[in-house]
């Protein structure tokens, strides 16, 4: 078999000349940006071929690489198919990404669903052969055990210990092992996990850990990933559901490294993620999610064994996934709804989770109503010609005056690429000094004096205007069509807004708080978030950041049986309002893509 | 690595040369004769090295082996560790066993756990984009849906059938299914899988399919399996449940190919079985069986889902698991006596299942009182020195006059060894025509005329005499060791027998019937079991031959679930009684093995 050399790495890749390079490198867990997964439409998935051959270059390539690309042998890799042995070099690197785990937690009182008491197990004799099983149930006054507790455990007679899920019996520990419980509470979004080890004794919060969602080599984005599956019906679900099952794995054993102790003491975790990633999580045909109208298997929380989909943790522990509302309001949306109390709320209140896509919660009074809308990545960083997600290198603020372009960059390095929060801090400098128009269009070069500081920014490629964020070597460009993806998602979430807002018969001056939650958001300045009219005007001054209120919801479901009720009854009772079938809403956004509030 | 060759097979088996002979065939599915499990005991695992060297013969092998063995390069593999290259002859073939599948059944009425409904899923819209949990729910009238089965089912509306357990839904398909509705009964002895495939809508068995119990590779009885579970505690649990459950996915298979149905339209399995292979199946620690004071992990009936121990059958398929009463009296015996409806019984009632185990249980007015005696395998025809189960080839009758030795062969071949009810009755005529005495000693030689018939029967060996059945080329002896292995094995009966009617205070004369259960049994004449006294002369008359009841007991269950509860409440009240912790067994035990009643 023909092999793929990889520069810096030892181990070479062997492969059959079946597939093309970009599949060979993500089956091999070598990780190439691929946000259009691998469809030929992103030129994301660039490589450089150091030796060997590959096939002549195609016309997309030509399209898609700079001429100076293709004479230094990038290559994009969904778009060849190696035949013969060949060296490659990797141009991106993983960076550790700046994520949030802390936020906003209202009080709330401790009563875990998980508990532990002692038992003495009566040892049979010659005269009285009790089974094991019926000595048990003796001493703990039940009726049956579940037989997977009598295949987890060695027969063991004495003291022991019984865990309980509320009533139920999940485990038994030879024993005395009372002073061992711990939870774990986890957001899974489809770019990044987030988990926290909780000593569910104290509700400490021992550890944390993030890792990227590693179904990113399925697809960036819910509706890549789940295509996917549509195209791999044999096996997508389970390389999907193994794919986050391994990284929470993964998550266990660090945070259990870092805390100093046993995974075999983890006995409930509590997920919030989207509606897809619960899916996918538990195994379930998420194709219904993808196409119209959009109604997913199930949205009902889930009480399952974490063994049951490959969780290694204790032999008992279970999982509980939050609810959802619909394909696209998650119980990621649901907890953080929750964590904001917006059920309880007097008054107007919006709580905006804005990433991938862009959830929008209205509160009134208590009576809660929601949509989503679909923002698209480009506020991630993603289908941004130079965008990159929120890691060392990326350049995340603007501002550009007379004096030059002044970019501030994660890590203080040399930058290498825009993530969201910066996109958007460039989008509006650029509107704010009149490069860009109202309508999203760049000006045209000639309108400018050759005397304009603004003059040497802007250049054409063709017949395209492009501004130059940073000069060779090392060009980073702002194209016309990234302004468009700022414009696309910008339009999709402030129509959900006003939308929303018209639905409930609600008035911009009736609103008392705008309450941004979520990853991203919390990199996103107010500023920012209104200045390119992401949000109106009015609500600047009404903005809170909540932080990573899906996990903290996890944390209190996970704290709290009475929470988890009041979570399941508060994702009951949201309304959802689907953008498409609402009336008027192709108009209304239409109105919302200008650059003007 | 060096390869072991075997005449007739094409492919070599590839080595490490760091274990015995034995288990290198063992591990490679080549079946060599093992009954004392590759201890260097039984001298039964005899290959014939053809090319290439082993090392020096053994004292052992030179105890255990004739010379002429010997010299024609026979070694046992259990005691040789190959080196090299090698060559052999496996000298045992797997051969047809005769089972029997058929047997008595009293009269019950049909109401199987499993039933099917048709319904109507609404279809969502944009408008309601119920998901498909809810929609489910809202048409059957339940409140939540098991999450598996979500992960089991696509999505999908309009006409489903649901399959019940009970009041449970275990199952959805698509369209209308209700014609499709079957289930499986098996019976899993130590020795024999006997499964049987049953139309659950009119109780009509459809197809019977047995095997050889493949766990035997671990051991013939089940103690010997419980060893190898001491010995190999890292994986011998996976293993022996692998064992079993393969074997029932390939009579599943060979069901259903002979009954041209789909085996995913088996929704029910009921197993019957004794209290090891159960723990086996269930992949349950079956250790504490193995040891004093003899306590089970579990006796309780169990339902679980097939497809949790890896039964490949519906996604739906259930698993129930009859009960047992203790360690060893098992379901088998549990399903035989609800069979014979022991527990409505008037007057005094004995049922013996006679096997590696002889089980038997009394009714007394329908009280039921149990014992279980070590009866060893020498009655199904194991630990003979010309023992071999009841295969083609066996020898299954035997006549002594003075005309000579008649013998009646299964499949009328020539005899290549003597199975249980052969060795049975040739020690009953060994005991009529006076050549072996009531204390199971052979007689001297000496003390017959050379003209005497019997006289050229008799030969030495050392100083051990032995009958000659057979005479060379393909000699066949009854040793003093054989007789006295089936003198244990009357022994353990028969003390049971009057153990158990001490206990309970009743006479021989006030026995009603004595009903004789199980695959072996079923092959033993009365003249053989009273003969040499298994059983007391006086219960000749009053034997009734029930067959395989324990098969019969698990088509009932899944027939019947008022059967289920019955069978459930038969175990709870059936006594059970530790011989050897019972008063004077020992004095008992040594009456009972004199061959006279």
Redesign the interface.
Known sequence: MPKIFIKNKKEAIEYIPDRDLLQLLLENDIFVDNPCNGKGLCGKCKIRLLEGNLPAISATEERLLKKEEISSGIRLSCLVVPQEDITIEILQKERKHEILTKGYIPEFDFHPAISKEIYEIEK????????????LCNALGIE??D??L??K???TYGQITGVFHGEELIGIEAGDTTDTLYGMAIDIGTTTVVAALVNMKTGEELATASIINPQKRYGLDVLTRITYGLENPKDAKEKLQHAIVNAINQMIGELCSKAKIDRNNIYEIVVAANCTMMHFL????A??IGK?????????A?N?SAM?IGIKAAAATRLYCLPSV??YIGADIVAGAYVCQLHKKEGNHLFIDIGTNGEIVLSSDGRLLSCSCAAGPALEGMNISSGMRAAEGAIEDVKISDDGIELKVIGNLEPIGICGSGILAAVKELLRIGLVKKDGGFIKKEKLEESDYRYDMLQLDGIKREFVLKKSPGELLITQGDVRQVQLAKGAILSGFYALLKQANIQMNQLHQVMIAGQFGAHLPAESLVGIGILPQEVEDKLVYVGNSSKTGAYMALMSTEVKKEIEELAKQMG?M?L??SEGYERLFTRCLLFSN
């Not at 049979?124 to 000595?135: V, Y």
């Open positions: 049979p004799t010659l005269e009285n052969q009790k089974a094991f099983e019926d000595a049956e055990l037989w997977q009598l295949q455990n060695e027969v538990l195994g379930i045909d194709t219904s119209s109208p959009y109604a997913p298997a199930f949205v009902k889930k399952i049951d619909s394909a959802y689907e498409g079938a």
